[in-house]
Structure formats: C-alpha cells, structure tokens
C-alpha cells in the first residue's frame, strides 16, 4: 500500500482542480476519478481533460506525478436520485433548508467507488474537496461524515484509507488563495478559464472568475469569493 499515492475524485469543477493541484504538490502519484451520473449537463464532465492537460503544462513534476484518469458511469444512481442536477427542476430550497441541488447518497457513493478503485490501484489516500463552510446545507460535506465513512472503508475493505480534504475549512476566497500559493497565475487562469461550476451548465457569458450564469447559487459562490480574495489582495 502505498502512502505516497493518491486518488482525487476530480470533476473539473474549480473545487476539484484546487485538490488535484494540492495533491500533485504532495503526493508521488495521483490519479482522478470523475462520475457520469446523468447530471444535466456534461459540461463539467469535458473540462477534465482540458484541465488535467493544464495542470501537467504548468509543471514538469506534475506532469511526472499525474497518473490514470478514470471515469465511473453511474447513471442508475441519477435514476434513484433524481433532483434538480440530474432534471430540469427549478432550484429551490425545501422545508429542512436543503437546496434541491442536494443529491442525497451522492458523496457517500462516490467515495465508495473511489475506495474500491483505490484498492485495487494499491492506493490509499482519497481527495475530495467538501467543504463545510460553504457547503450550501449538504450534510455528506460534513467533516463528521468524512469521518464516519473514512472508518466505514478502513473496516470494510481492511486498509488503512484517509479521506484528505483540504478545502473542508477554507471560503471561496481562501480556496483561490490556495490556488494562487499552489501554482501562481498559471493556477488561477487556468481555473478561471477551463474549470466549470455553473449549475445551468452555461459557458457563453465571460466574466472575470470565469463562465458561467452569474446568478446560480454555484456562480454567485464563485464570484463573491472571487471578488473578497481579490479585494483581500488589493488591501
Ligand atoms: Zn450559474
């Protein structure tokens, strides 16, 4: 088993791209996993590639460090799971103050795929990037789910997993801090330009944190974050 790999479940979102960037900075091998769960869009889905290339361009020992890519298909989980992400419902939030963007099992599930793919990869550390702070009321973004489930796969698989998350404590801004620390402008072009996060899966509108509708609870996140740490920087 080795300590020094890892597998980060890596969507192509800006949050994903910030954790495979951190891993490449700290572990020998890294390989990503992404899901096709029948979300509305694949947009998300066809920026992996580009960013993946990205991230190999902007440093010769990522590119060295960057393995295997694999992609799950599990759309008969979108078929259970059926929320505004995998239809066309308006996005609102219910009586308990879920957002119906909220995919009940989805973390959970991937993380299970993950570690069984880990396993047989001779890996052992998972990188996922939940976040409690803004983590819009997903309750599986909890760190004291992580927890349960990190224990869950060390039990049930008998090997030692850690599910390392590195964005769990940081905001929007801070989370762009981390990926000016970790790779500079190229980083945070790169982000800017290839990585997706838009609800509505909208990419013709141009704005300063990158593309996107602007008014999904995704963008309005990514832009004032945006903003904060940039203003943070001018301060
Ligand atoms: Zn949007």
């Not at 796969?153 to 801090?177: C, H, N, Q, S, Y």
Request: aromatic residues 8%; glycine residues 10%.
């Amino acid at each position: 088993m080795s300590q020094s790999a890892a597998l980060v479940l890596f969507s192509g979102g800006q949050d994903s791209t910030v954790c495979l960037a951190y891993a490449l900075n700290r572990y020998h091998r890294v390989e990503t996993i992404g899901f096709d769960y029948g979300q509305r869009h694949t947009v998300e889905l066809d920026c992996r590639t580009t960013v993946r290339k990205g991230l190999a361009d902007l440093s010769p020992v990522w590119a060295e460090r960057l393995g295997a890519d694999h992609v799950c298909d599990l759309k008969g989980f979108g078929q259970v799971s059926e929320t505004s992400l995998t239809r066309e419902l308006e996005i609102v939030t219910d009586e308990s103050g879920l957002p119906s963007t909220f995919v009940p099992g989805r973390n959970l599930m991937m993380l299970t795929f993950a570690a069984a793919l880990a396993w047989r990869r001779d890996i052992s550390i998972l990188v996922g990037g939940m976040c409690e702070t803004d983590y819009s009321g997903y309750p599986d973004c909890r760190r004291s789910t992580l927890n349960a489930q990190e224990l869950a796969l060390r039990r049930g698989m008998d090997r030692p997993f850690v599910i390392d998350t590195p964005l769990m404590w940081l905001d929007k801004a801070e989370t762009w801090e981390m990926a000016f620390d970790l790779g500079g402008n190229g980083l945070v072009d790169l982000i800017v330009e290839s990585t997706h996060t838009c609800y509505l899966g909208e990419r013709s509108c141009r704005h300063v944190w990158g593309y996107g509708c602007g008014s999904c609870p995704a963008c309005e996140l990514r832009a004032s974050g945006y903003r904060k740490w940039k203003g943070d920087l001018a301060a």
